[in-house]
């Protein structure tokens, strides 16, 4: 494995930190018009469309989610932490345990104490075949190595879900059990889509990771520009465009080395 890219000094980046109190709002309710959606069309005979409205739902609140992780939401950390535990609940699963987790993974860099970037040296099929056993490996990996506070916030991640899960079951009703067959399914495949995407490939090149540009990057909502993330984690996703065109133009090689997660969708290859 190559050594892995470090930032480059001649990028300035300290400008691109502070969000206005609108892009506050923005990042902060990101994922609710995907879940309202979601839950009307389940709701609705239209129900089977619930589910690509659920995907987009999940992929707001793993930004958002990964925005409370590094703090760069512009809020005191214990609203950032209060917030991990909401998405919790509503995510069904352990965000300390991700949250724990993925710091590991920007410490380690795709090495042997990175349990979260082991995925991007999978095959497809291997990770795939993995997801239902990547969340609970992540809350084994926290509970074992995080320490006291960190099981303290597990814990109270673990209630919320399951108040969660006895809402949805006890009211029967249907769009709330679809809603948590969704986040069952969702949960299961965040080894692919949140990790294996974005790294596969790149541990033999060195490359932080991997970085799409065009129409697919904006689908995304802006969570494959990993790459520029890896190297300025404090720079919040939204602002990650416009590091990464200071990159391709002042990082000398930058944009020739640069890995696409989708090449035949990306505008510069």
Known sequence: MQPRETAPSQVQWQDLLNLSTW???VELT???????LSLALYASPLWPLGAAASFMFFLCALRLNHEAIHGNL???RRFDIALLHLLSAVMMGCNSSVA????QHHRHAMGPGDLEGHCGHMSAAEV?????????????????????KWRRRMLRDGLGVAVAVAVCLLTGLDFLLLHLA???????LTAFFAVWITHQGT????LAGRSQRG?????????FYHREHHLFPKVPVSRLPHLAARLDAKAPGYARTRQPVVPWLDPGT
């Open 23 to 25: 892009q506050k709002a």
């Open 30 to 36: 990101l994922p609710l018009p995907w879940l309202a």
């Open 74 to 76: 512009g809020l005191p």
């Open 100 to 103: 724990w987790s993925h710091m």
């Open 128 to 148: 795939l075949l993995y997801g239902p056993l990547f969340p609970l490996d992540l809350i084994r990996h926290c509970w074992q190595g995080g320490g006291r």
């Open 182 to 188: 969704a986040m069952a399914v969702a949960q299961c």
């Open 203 to 206: 541990a033999h090149s060195g």
């Open 215 to 223: 129409i697919l990057a904006r689908l995304a909502y802006l969570m």
